[in-house]
């Protein structure tokens, strides 16, 4: 028997109520096969925690999750608490701490209804976002100087080393050329003279390796206009930190919204645990009142299924997905439905209980 040790941290708002639905898909997942078994440990980290502690995790925090195989996460940030502080403090602090370098964003439409892109179906929307997420414009690396006075400058420094746009650039090559699809790269030399000449300097270098696979490179600008025109175009998308945050949300946008996008947090080396969360975050507007949509939560869950070489059961989770879509009335408000985050995830352990093989 396999048996996978997972660290929840649910997080702030919609979090914990998101993340509940996705430990009842690895229960039942137990149930149906003995062969493998999950444990999970619960980190009270976040908001509420650093109100009582003065942190947004314990001291030795990243001792206590290094020894788990993955972590589960649901959402970070909530009023009362600055924003750089929670987040940079949690969240980015697990990204780069655990050198979790990629960030695989799927742009998958489940089904065209979802859309609000006139006359594009499944097969125009279909690519994967491979984020850089460990530097970049989230280095944190900047200065304040003459706070409050009229000579006041800020600077907000991009931190872009050779190793990390290599490793980021190489990882999507090697992404597009095994599984037989295009490279885009999605950059802005225009008018970020350093880092981004820097990064497209490196995609056509690297790229030398990889005289098989067809490349794009594309401005930002750009970029976010054909995501909405003409999405066709993207199979495989390789960028920056700053510029993968904010695709992805358009990503979420033309895909059916936030309550359907998910990322996973990867350390392909392992040597350090993965984090696997779904892209929105705490939702203050719609948090405590049951309405959240927890598939990307689960679609999450999927992800990390994949990630400890269960594949069977992250596609049979991901076909539960598109499946439970066909069944209005048992989805959240977002997508038309009038059922509660609960429902959502009992309803969708019924379903994955009887798909075993269904189209994907
Ligand atoms: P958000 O993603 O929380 O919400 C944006 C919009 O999407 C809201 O209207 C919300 O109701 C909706 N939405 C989000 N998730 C949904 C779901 N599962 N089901 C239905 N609707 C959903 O973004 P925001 O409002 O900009 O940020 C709120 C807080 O979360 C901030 O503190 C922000 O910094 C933080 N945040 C954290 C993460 C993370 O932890 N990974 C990600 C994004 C934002
Ligand atoms: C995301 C979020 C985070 C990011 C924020 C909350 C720091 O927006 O995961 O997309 O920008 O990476
Ligand atoms: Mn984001």
Redesign the pocket.
């Given at each position: 028997m396999k048996t996978f040790h997972i660290a929840l941290i649910p997080?702030?708002?919609?979090?914990p109520e998101?993340v509940a639905q996705g430990v009842k898909v690895f229960k039942a997942i137990e149930k149906m096969d003995d062969s493998v078994s999950f444990t999970f440990e619960e980190f009270p980290w976040g908001c509420e925690y650093y109100l009582q502690h003065g942190k947004m995790m314990d001291e030795d925090g990243m001792e206590q999750l290094k020894q788990f195989d993955a972590i589960y996460?649901?959402?970070?940030?909530?009023?009362g608490v600055p924003?750089h502080i929670?987040?940079r403090e949690l969240?980015i602090k697990i990204r780069r701490g655990f050198d979790q370098y990629v960030n695989l964003r799927p742009v998958t439409l489940l089904h065209r209804k979802l859309t609000p892109l006139k006359n594009k179906t499944e097969k125009d929307i279909d690519m994967l976002v491979i984020r850089e997420n460990s530097e970049g414009e989230y280095a944190g690396a900047g200065e304040w100087l003459f706070k409050g006075k009229p000579e006041e400058v800020v600077l907000q420094t991009g931190v872009f080393s050779r190793k990390g746009t290599e490793r980021i650039i190489r990882y999507a090559y090697e992404e597009a050329r095994r599984t037989n699809r295009t490279l885009t790269s999605i950059s802005k030399g225009n008018a970020l003279n350093y880092s981004m000449v820097f990064w497209d300097q490196v995609f056509e270098e690297v790229g030398r390796e990889f005289p098989d696979v067809n490349t794009y490179s594309y401005l930002v600008d750009a970029a976010s206009l054909y995501f909405v025109e003409q999405p066709e175009r993207f199979e495989v998308v390789v960028t920056s930190n700053l510029f993968g945050d904010i695709v992805t949300d358009i990503g979420a946008a033309i895909t059916g919204?936030?309550?359907l996008a998910t990322?996973a947090n990867i350390n392909p080396e392992k040597t350090y645990p993965s984090m696997f969360?779904?892209?929105?975050?705490?939702?203050?507007?719609?948090a405590g009142k049951g309405?959240?949509?927890?598939?990307?939560?689960i679609w999450s869950v999927s992800q990390m299924l994949d990630f400890f070489g269960l594949e069977e059961w992250g596609k049979r989770v991901f076909c539960t997905i598109k499946e439970i879509i066909n069944h209005e009335e048992h989805l959240?408000?977002?997508l038309g439905g009038k059922a509660s985050t609960e429902e959502v995830g009992d309803y969708f352990v019924n379903l994955l209980m009887q798909t075993k093989e269904l189209d994907v």
């Open positions: 997080g702030d708002g919609i979090g998101v996460l649901g959402a970070v940030g909530y009023p924003d929670s987040l969240l919204g936030m309550g990322g969360e779904p892209v929105h975050g705490s939702a203050p507007d719609i309405i959240a949509n927890p598939l990307a939560a959240t408000p977002d």
